[in-house]
């Protein structure tokens, strides 16, 4: 036998012993084969409007980058979303603060907390990660960046934001109400033409927060993580508890293990259940997207969801939880 023709059937048999032998996972296989990617883009809770804009910028070829940037300036342009971007709901002392941040598929990363009179942090996050040779910026310094990279300042605090916010005044209770208060921070990730994932998440943080109080949303590997060899995730709710597992980050360590996108979810949410007693009290969720296109989310409360805009069509997507109240 030609020493060619021995080799390619020993390492045939091989194979087929350590399939027989459960030493080769069937998962690994299917991370090898040649998928032609399709864009996508989903995000936390039913932002259709921004899955759209990012999905439709996708088909037409562009990056992931551009498309999650873009998707989620869509939320913090609205008004009547009172936790992300203009119009966000303010501090105990009336201070609108806005949190972000973005991640390229090379790895590259950016970040801002605690910027105030900036309509769209997400953008100065980026330029963070293209200009800077930083991560995270942030209060004054990033408000003084974003002057100099060409941002306009503006009062962010509108007239429902501040009349909330004076009733609120009138009896000082905090209580983070599941799936209501902190329902509105987006968290995005997009895939485009090439197979290549970025992702997004952008927040005002919860409502009449303590002054200068920072979550998840900006920190990366906690509400937001990606590795462009292996998939990404975001997160929402509670951004302490997500900040204490940093879940993003968790999901996709498991997903590069061989979980699929919704055994990792469901992973990095019972981190949080058995580690906190008081987990009833609040929500924590998340969204996973893999390499391969496959989705994965959970949450500790029924009544999250996701968006999803993939082959033309928009979706909203209820997502299966640990409670089921």
């Given at each position: ?44 809770w039913n932002f259709q409007n921004a ?177 462009n060899e292996v998939g990404g995730a ?92």
């Open positions: 036998m030609k020493r060619r023709k021995f080799i390619g059937r020993s390492a045939i048999s091989l194979a087929g012993i350590s399939i027989g032998s459960g030493l080769i996972k069937p998962h690994l296989f299917a991370m090898t084969k040649n998928i032609t990617p399709k864009p996508i883009a989903i995000a936390t899955t759209k804009m990012a999905g439709k910028m996708l088909e037409d070829g562009a990056s992931a980058l551009d498309a999650v940037e873009q998707g989620v300036m869509v939320e913090e342009s609205n008004l009547k979303n009172t936790t992300v971007g203009d119009g966000g709901a303010p501090d105990r002392d009336g201070n609108v603060t806005l949190d972000a941040c973005i991640m390229a598929p090379n790895g590259n990363a950016g970040s801002v907390v605690y910027l105030k009179e900036i309509a769209h942090p997400v953008s100065v996050a980026r330029k963070v990660m293209e200009e800077t040779p930083h991560v995270m910026l942030a209060g004054e310094g990033a408000l003084q960046f974003a002057i100099q990279q060409g941002f306009k300042r503006k009062n962010l605090l509108t007239a429902e934001s501040e009349k909330a916010w004076k009733e609120w005044l009138e009896h000082k209770k905090y209580q983070p109400i599941i799936n209501i208060e902190n329902h509105d921070t987006i968290g995005m990730l997009c895939m485009d033409k090439n197979g290549d994932i970025a992702g997004a998440c952008t927040t005002s943080g919860l409502s009449y927060k303590m002054n200068g109080r920072v979550g998840d949303s900006p920190i990366i590997g906690s509400g937001l993580f990606l590795d975001v997160g929402t709710g509670m951004g302490e508890a997500i900040m204490k597992s940093v879940g993003s980050f968790l999901i996709v360590e498991l997903m590069r293990q061989g979980k699929s996108p919704q055994e990792a979810c469901e992973e990095a949410v019972m981190r949080t259940v058995r580690k906190a007693p008081n987990y009833k009290d609040f929500q924590v969720a998340y969204v996973a997207l893999n390499k391969q296109g496959e989705i994965g989310s959970y949450c500790i409360h029924k009544g999250f969801s996701y968006a999803k805009f993939h082959e033309g069509e928009s979706s909203d997507n209820p997502s299966p939880s640990y409670l089921d109240s």
